[in-house]
């Protein structure tokens, strides 16, 4: 009889885990826009001057690697920053106030990393209409995917050759802009920079599965879910801090973590449910802090990651919200197979999954 309603858990277990993580794929994938992601690029911002090469005083930098061109307007100064058909696109008055022209096909190209490839510009949308001025932001900074400062395909440029483990330049690149009716030009260069060596990060992973498949025995599932929680949350909050007007964050790391401590919340402290029950709702916890360090996977892989943290901080909490999301569910999966597999001989003794 117990192996039997055991089984019927096990059953719902993988039917209700596999519809929560295809709704958290869906749902983090509708939350986010176009954010910064780990890369290879690094975009840098050389000088804003005159066309006679006269500095201009303006504060511009790059995020995300080469995601986002940032400008920091002083109270004062009105800057302009055309489209690419030199249509008015973005406008700073010189109380901070930022407005977007929504008829500047720009305006739409920069809703996607790679252009017209993944957006369609609306018919409304007319380099030569006249502007269509919306309020954007009230700071004076503002942020936005810039297409010239960056390589417009997934693919690498043709003169990168990756196996190479030195930085190499992409192009030198270019963005007009008035400053207090003065043309100027934003001037910067693409590079590309090799990612951490596949040694290290293989030795990361490994290391970290170690530890958590060890420490499982030892404190439970229920401890390692809600550090995977946890860290999930503390990454959320590194990649999103700080994030400008016009830029995209990842604001579904927040509420993917958010949903496995609440889970593993009600695992621990709901007071009437059953084992089985307990031990489900532990391994449904795992997931979210599981797809929340997916979304920034990259980090393994890759030198550049979005955020306040170093990579190789994010580099860690990826490796080790992972390890403890997949370790938890060892104990569940251990003691489905005991049971599963009994002969009516006895029971299983029941792992510990809810101490935390």
Known sequence: ????????????????????????????????????????YRSTVSEVATADGDPVELDVEVLGGDAFLVVHVPEGTEVMVPGY????????????TVEVNQRSPARWLNDARYGSAEVEVPPQADADAPPAWEPA????????????????????????????????????????????????VIAGELDWVPGPQPVGTVALVVAAFAAALALVRI???????????????????AVNWDVPPGADGHPSLWVLAGGSLTLWAVARFHPTLSEPRRSMLLALAALPATVAALLVVGALVRPIVPGVLPAVAVRGLVAVILAAAVASLFPLAGQLWRTTSLDGSGDPAAPRTTDA
């Open 1 to 40: 009889m117990r192996s039997a309603a055991l089984a019927v858990v096990a059953r719902r277990i993988t039917v209700t885990a596999a519809a929560v993580l295809a709704l958290l794929c869906l749902g983090a994938g509708a939350a986010v826009a176009d954010p910064a992601v780990p890369t290879n």
């Open 137 to 184: 932001a009230r700071s004076g900074t503002y942020a936005w995917h810039d297409h010239r400062i960056h390589f417009m395909s997934p693919a690498l440029p043709s003169q990168i050759d990756p196996d190479l483990r030195e930085v190499q330049r992409v192009w030198e690149w270019e963005v007009p802009v008035t400053v207090d009716g003065q043309d100027a």
């Open 219 to 237: 404190v439970g599932s229920g401890t390692l879910v809600v550090t995977a929680g946890v860290l999930a949350l503390g990454l959320g909050v």
């Open 85 to 96: 058909d030199g249509e008015p696109y973005i406008r700073i008055a010189a109380d901070g």
